[in-house]
């Protein structure tokens, strides 16, 4: 019995993956209408907008704690680091783009934030890509380059995303 489930679970993956072509092509809209593409490569993302930075990609919730308590984090660096990342926080707890800006606004969020609704099939092509399982915080840390450094589930605090930082600024 353990076999098959095994079995059946390979095949789910090898088909989850293989749906999931590295080479599609993305836009999505931040709350404030700013315009994002991504193009999915071998090894990571390319978002034209972000070119020459390190970004921070997370996938979060308006009702989650951890997400909640790292905020503060993102806002710090993204205000000591400026220009040097690009902090785009995709809510995934069903807010829509409205509630989502309201949301940013209230918090004082300074870095992009996006809306389930208007990141389109974004969200599922990352699902497929990175086999997340939906987990929230999801962190996927992008290199200047386009290429994925670091992927975790759950909340690495501040002093754990400015080592990444000042490692991939090499």
Sequence with gaps: MKKILFLIASVFMILNVAQAKPTENYTFTDTNGKIFHAQGTKDGLIIPEAKGKIIFLEFFGHKCPPCLA??????????????KIQIIAIEVQGYNDAQVKTFATQKGINYTTISQDKAGNFVNYIA??????GAIPYLIVIDKKGIVQFMEAGSIGEAGLETIIKELSK
């Design 70 to 83: 790292s905020i503060a984090h993102y806002k710090n660096l993204q205000a000591k680091y400026n220009g």
């Design 128 to 133: 497929s890509r990175a086999n997340w399982s």
